[in-house]
């Protein structure tokens, strides 16, 4: 027999069963062991070690495996920083939404020569000299020679002269900016900064309430948007679900809810930033004296100057933005099938156009909802505004588009006339044969937008269209993967 002993009886094969089983704690010194149950076989016992972060750790405090707790800081700090990159981008679009609304609200009448001090004196001697004769010496110097001085104007019973012209600079408030200065959205935001009772900060006239109103517009109306779709979809086969109805519906109540908010923000753009002229000191001002002499709640969302306008204008811009890319598309030779998905660069071309035929809709709503806006009701007085507004207030919407296409001129920006000294008997002589001039400056032909005034009515057409110019471009750099992110609009 062998003296080295066998080790076939100590091997044990090795067991097909899965174990995870925590290692032991250290052996501590006059400590005893529990005894361990044997680990039935496939069976997992998973380690108490607690669950990793969040990817790349972005998230130190997120613990998946206990109920999630809220970290204040880090939501404070995400509230304030979205508030300031909202107000920032709301305020590098202001300018251009002032310059916008004060060339809607402005009232350029359709008027006659100017009188008064416009008028360009004659040198006397220039009259004198017409003739040579002996008869001269006998006539009556008063005869055949113009006036030096302006004829008087008219006063009141208080005496206070009567303004007959909004081109009179006699006349004219110091608060109010001169009419026919500024032809376009650029045009009037350098003449409000060089004017004298304004300067850049009215570039920012109602930056706040502007801001509030968009954001809550944003967050709103997808609320809105959802609780009708929740409503429509429900499984009733009664109910009906017209594929634009829910978008437009969404649009019109959120801006139904919001138009106070826009009517407080026409208002502090619209009035003077002088002082002693200025009606409203902040958005909680103009608001408290709305309610008190306006009507309160009721008069301002169910004034039919203000909610007519206010039905239209937000039903008319989401209903074409809607409609308009789809019916545009085949006519522009992309089929019926376009879509942002497919045909990225195709859709948004026809977004573009179908965008500036559409502002020859809006426009002139939105136009005549500021006038109404800028209208005072009730007991509350006139607003006094930067440019000029009509001193007879409109009736209603469509009172509102007869006047401005029929008593407003569109010939921006106006030049003013000026009279010519008479002529003597020999210079009449020597140009008869020539081609007449009009007194201010023109040919025969004048422009027929002086006799007109549907260009007021689309004020501001020009900035929108760049704008939607600018739009196409981004969308189509970025791959048009943000066709559909928004609706917003200068």
Same mark, same amino acid.
């Given at each position: 027999?062998?003296?080295?002993?066998?080790?076939?009886?100590?091997?044990?094969?090795?067991?097909?069963?899965?174990?995870?089983?925590?290692?032991?704690?250290?052996?501590?010194?006059?400590?005893?062991?529990?005894?361990?149950?044997?680990?039935?076989?496939?069976?997992?016992?998973?380690?108490?070690?607690?669950?990793?972060?969040?990817?790349?750790?972005?998230?130190?405090?997120?613990?998946?495996?206990?109920?999630?707790?809220?970290?204040?800081?880090?939501?404070?700090?995400?509230?304030?920083?979205?508030?300031?990159?909202?107000?920032?981008?709301?305020?590098?679009?202001?300018?251009?939404?002032?310059?916008?609304?004060?060339?809607?609200?402005?009232?350029?009448?359709?008027?006659?020569?100017?009188?008064?001090?416009?008028?360009?004196?004659?040198?006397?001697?220039?009259?004198?000299?017409?003739?040579?004769?002996?008869?001269?010496?006998?006539?009556?110097?008063?005869?055949?020679?113009?006036?030096?001085?302006?004829?008087?104007?008219?006063?009141?019973?208080?005496?206070?002269? @009567?303004?007959? &012209?909004?081109?009179?600079?006699?006349? $004219? #408030?110091?608060?109010?900016? /001169? *009419?026919? %200065?500024?032809?376009? +959205?650029?045009?009037?935001?350098?003449?409000?900064?060089?004017?004298?009772?304004?300067?850049?900060?009215?570039?920012?006239?109602?930056?706040?309430?502007?801001?509030?109103?968009?954001?809550?517009?944003?967050?709103?109306?997808?609320?809105?948007?959802?609780?009708?779709?929740? @409503?429509?979809? &429900?499984?009733?086969?009664?109910?009906? $679900? #017209?594929?634009?109805?829910? /978008? *437009?519906? %969404?649009?019109?109540? +959120?801006?139904?809810?919001?138009?106070?908010?826009?009517?407080?923000?026409?208002?502090?753009?619209?009035?003077?930033?002088?002082?002693?002229?200025?009606?409203?000191?902040?958005?909680?001002?103009?608001?408290?004296?709305?309610?008190?002499?306006?009507?309160?709640?009721?008069? @301002?969302?169910?004034?039919?100057?203000?909610?007519?306008?206010?039905?239209?204008?937000?039903?008319?811009?989401?209903?074409?933005?809607?409609?308009?890319?789809?019916?545009?598309?085949?006519?522009?030779?992309?089929?019926?099938?376009?879509?942002?998905?497919?045909?990225?660069?195709?859709?948004?071309?026809?977004?573009?156009?179908?965008?500036?035929?559409?502002?020859?809709?809006?426009?002139?709503?939105?136009?005549?909802?500021?006038?109404?806006?800028?209208?005072?009701?009730?007991?509350?007085?006139?607003?006094?505004?930067?440019?000029?507004?009509?001193?007879?207030?409109?009736?209603?919407?469509?009172?509102?588009?007869?006047?401005?296409?029929?008593?407003?001129?569109?010939?921006?920006?106006?030049?003013?006339?000026?009279?010519?000294?008479?002529?003597?008997?020999?210079?009449?002589?020597?140009?008869?044969?020539?081609?007449?001039?009009?007194?201010?400056?023109?040919?025969?032909?004048?422009?027929?937008?002086?006799?007109?005034?549907?260009?007021?009515?689309?004020?501001?057409?020009?900035?929108?269209?760049?704008?939607?110019?600018?739009?196409?471009?981004?969308?189509?750099?970025?791959?048009?993967?943000?066709?559909?992110?928004?609706?917003?609009?200068?």
């Amino acid at each position: 027999m062998s003296s080295n002993p066998s080790l076939r009886d100590l091997y044990n094969p090795p067991s097909s069963a899965w174990a995870f089983v925590p290692p032991p704690p250290p052996a501590q010194h006059n400590v005893t062991a529990p005894p361990t149950s044997a680990t039935p076989p496939n069976t997992y016992q998973w380690s108490t070690r607690p669950a990793p972060n969040s990817i790349f750790d972005l998230s130190p405090s997120l613990d998946l495996s206990e109920p999630s707790s809220i970290n204040v800081s880090i939501l404070f700090r995400s509230l304030v920083a979205s508030a300031l990159l909202q107000y920032t981008s709301t305020a590098i679009a202001m300018p251009l939404e002032v310059g916008k609304l004060l060339l809607q609200v402005q009232w350029v009448p359709r008027e006659g020569p100017v009188s008064g001090e416009q008028v360009e004196e004659t040198e006397e001697e220039e009259v004198l000299s017409d003739t040579n004769d002996d008869d001269s010496y006998f006539a009556d110097p008063n005869v055949g020679i113009p006036a030096k001085y302006p004829a008087p104007q008219l006063v009141d019973d208080k005496g206070y002269i @009567i303004r007959t &012209s909004v081109l009179e600079e006699g006349t $004219r #408030p110091e608060y109010v900016i /001169p *009419v026919g %200065s500024a032809d376009g +959205t650029w045009g009037m935001i350098k003449r409000l900064a060089s004017f004298r009772g304004e300067g850049w900060l009215s570039l920012w006239k109602g930056l706040l309430t502007s801001c509030v109103h968009d954001v809550i517009f944003t967050n709103v109306q997808p609320v809105v948007d959802n609780i009708l779709h929740s @409503i429509f979809f &429900s499984s009733s086969p009664g109910l009906y $679900r #017209p594929p634009l109805l829910l /978008p *437009v519906a %969404s649009h019109v109540i +959120t801006g139904f809810l919001l138009s106070p908010l826009d009517l407080v923000r026409t208002r502090l753009i619209a009035q003077s930033a002088m002082q002693r002229h200025r009606t409203y000191t902040g958005p909680l001002n103009a608001f408290s004296q709305i309610l008190a002499h306006e009507g309160g709640l009721k008069g @301002i969302y169910l004034h039919p100057h203000l909610l007519i306008p206010t039905l239209l204008d937000n039903t008319l811009r989401p209903l074409m933005h809607v409609m308009m890319p789809s019916l545009v598309a085949p006519r522009l030779g992309f089929g019926q099938h376009v879509a942002a998905d497919t045909y990225p660069i195709a859709w948004g071309i026809a977004e573009f156009v179908g965008g500036c035929i559409g502002l020859l809709i809006t426009l002139p709503v939105e136009t005549v909802r500021r006038r109404l806006q800028v209208q005072t009701r009730g007991t509350a007085k006139p607003l006094r505004t930067c440019v000029e507004t009509r001193p007879v207030p409109y009736n209603g919407v469509v009172d509102a588009l007869w006047h401005i296409a029929t008593e407003e001129r569109s010939d921006m920006p106006i030049k003013t006339r000026r009279s010519r000294p008479k002529k003597s008997e020999k210079e009449k002589e020597t140009h008869e044969g020539e081609e007449v001039v009009h007194e201010d400056g023109d040919d025969e032909g004048e422009s027929w937008l002086k006799n007109t005034g549907i260009g007021q009515l689309y004020r501001g057409l020009g900035m929108r269209v760049g704008a939607s110019v600018i739009v196409f471009l981004l969308t189509a750099l970025s791959g048009g993967e943000e066709a559909d992110a928004g609706w917003a609009e200068l």
